[in-house]
């Protein structure tokens, strides 16, 4: 029988990390889009509960404000996130 013993498989090359000021920039870029979508779909979810109880803008007022909260919230916590060094 015939092994092929070319010896030890080569090291994983190290992974490169990645600069910081283009994650700095992708955060940049990014957090604008949670605010936004966190507000819109708290809206959409009060739209479509004053559509269905006649309740015309009870409920998209609130939860369009539960979603600024949350959206806020979120924005902070990934500025957090990020200048805490870990990533």
Known sequence: MA???????PPPSP?????PANRQFALALELP??????IVVGGL???LLDRWLH??????LILGGV???AGVRD???RLAESSDGNG
Not at 3 to 9: E, F, K, N, Q
Not at 33 to 38: C, I, M, P
């Open 3 to 9: 092994t092929d013993d070319s010896g030890p498989p």
């Open 15 to 19: 992974r490169k990390r990645p600069d």
């Open 33 to 38: 889009f949670v605010l936004v979508s966190a």
């Open 45 to 47: 979810f009060g739209y």
């Open 55 to 60: 309740t015309k803008p009870v409920f998209m």
């Open 67 to 69: 979603g600024f909260y």
């Open 75 to 77: 924005v902070l916590r």
